[in-house]
């Protein structure tokens, strides 16, 4: 079955460091897209970076980058030179091209950052 | 350009009665689809749309949800009548004509049942 792991459910960080949300996922589709996106406190989803399964370079969209390792099913989101603004919640999610979810999305547990003045 | 829109931002209602969310999807977005989140859990997916026609509901969690999506463009779900655990935030996101293109997400309706 398709799922997400995302094991940290609090991180913090200093700002201006860089810093590593993990995400796990499995699935047995070749086919399928891994997303991040973020939740600040005012609740409205963000979208930040996608990886196509048969992309062979890592994601890049400003600070956001994703370290994708496809062999060990793992999509972990780097955040370089962390700003204030960064605190929120993150979640990495999984679409299935071909699979049974058919283009829906499948959402890990999320992971609250909280980036320290 | 305009993101997408769900009305209320937030509703509080006692078991038992109906509420009904919209969803103002991106203009010429074909794709519309609505999650939920339930304290403490993982975002879910509930249906999808592509245009006027329901795609998959595999997600409905029972008969009480009811999603349309009139010519096309916005989208109500009501439920009704209302239990405890419907309580949660209910997202809406759209993506344009391809299956495969980017969900954009709206800020979400908080629903409360007392």
């Known amino acids: 079955a398709q799922k997400i792991t995302q094991t940290q459910p609090g991180m913090f960080v200093q700002e201006k460091e860089a810093v590593t949300l993990d995400c796990t996922y499995d699935t047995s589709d070749q086919s399928y897209g891994l997303f991040w996106y973020k939740q600040p406190s005012s609740g409205e989803m963000i979208f930040l970076i996608y990886?196509?399964?048969?992309?062979?370079q890592n994601a890049t969209e400003g600070r956001y980058s994703l370290n994708f390792q496809k062999a060990r099913k793992s999509a972990n989101l780097v955040i370089s030179a962390s700003q204030l603004g960064d605190s929120a919640m993150y979640f990495c999610a999984m679409r299935e091209y071909y699979g049974g979810s058919q283009g829906n999305l499948i959402f890990g547990k999320g992971t609250k950052l909280s980036v320290k003045p | 350009e305009a993101g997408v829109t769900q009305f209320p931002s937030h509703s509080v209602i006692e078991k038992g009665q109906t509420v009904t969310l919209r969803c103002d999807p991106i203009s010429g977005h074909d794709n519309l689809y609505w999650y939920r989140r339930v304290m403490g859990k993982e975002i879910k997916f509930l249906l999808h749309?592509?245009?006027?026609?329901?795609?998959?509901e595999s997600g409905m969690p029972n008969n009480r949800f009811l999603a349309e999506r009139t010519g096309g463009t916005y989208s109500t779900l009501k439920v009704q009548p209302a239990e405890l655990e419907d309580s949660g935030v209910y997202f809406c996101a759209s993506s344009q004509s391809r299956r495969t293109d980017t969900q954009y997400f709206g800020p979400g309706t908080r629903l409360t049942v007392l």
């Open positions: 990886q196509g399964s048969y992309d062979e």
């Open positions: 749309f592509v245009k006027e026609s329901k795609q998959d």
